[in-house]
């Protein structure tokens, strides 16, 4: 999808499951933001079924990123000084911290950019496939 699409889809989607379920519910701008993060390897299909069950388990209001599945509540590369002041002041443990979630987005990252082949993206980031199921299990990433 390109970039501006996933806004227009998830709200098409939105409003098509809002009259389904009889709800009115709406995604607020930080939730939409990660949605539009994300690099959608299951294209349009994995936005409207992620649509459709938030619209099922969401009961009022706004879609939050609280609500949306843990691969979106990683904050986007870009984003992370805005988590700084959430850090340690111990600058040893805000540094693991810090690299602990760079080093999550990046291997997400990668195993979305080669559609979730394990051992393709351990040899394109340097690690053996072994190497990669341990970090893929030390930061909960699962594939759907």
Same mark, same amino acid.
């Given at each position: 999808m390109r970039a501006g699409d996933v806004t227009l889809? =998830? *709200?098409h989607f939105l409003e098509k499951f809002n009259g389904e379920k009889g709800k009115a519910l709406t995604i607020d701008p930080e939730a939409m933001a990660r949605l539009e993060a994300y690099p959608w390897p299951g294209n349009v @299909? &994995?936005?409207e079924h992620l649509i459709e069950l938030l619209v099922v388990l969401v009961?009022?209001? =706004?879609i +939050? +990123? &609280?609500h949306l599945p843990e691969k979106f509540k990683v904050a986007p590369a870009d984003d992370?000084?805005? @988590?700084? &002041?959430?850090? !340690?002041d111990d600058l040893k443990a805000a540094t693991r911290s810090m690299t602990a979630a760079f080093e999550r987005e990046f291997i997400l990252r990668q195993l979305e950019? /080669? @559609?979730? *082949? #394990? +051992? /393709? +993206? =351990? $040899?394109? #980031?340097?690690? !053996? @496939? =072994?190497?990669? /199921?341990?970090?893929?299990? $030390?930061y909960g990433i699962v594939s759907d």
């Open positions: 889809l =998830a *709200n @299909r &994995e936005l009961p009022l209001g =706004a +939050t +990123t &609280e992370l000084s805005v @988590r700084l &002041e959430d850090l !340690s950019k /080669h @559609r979730w *082949n #394990i +051992t /393709h +993206t =351990a $040899q394109v #980031i340097g690690l !053996s @496939r =072994a190497a990669l /199921h341990l970090k893929m299990k $030390q």
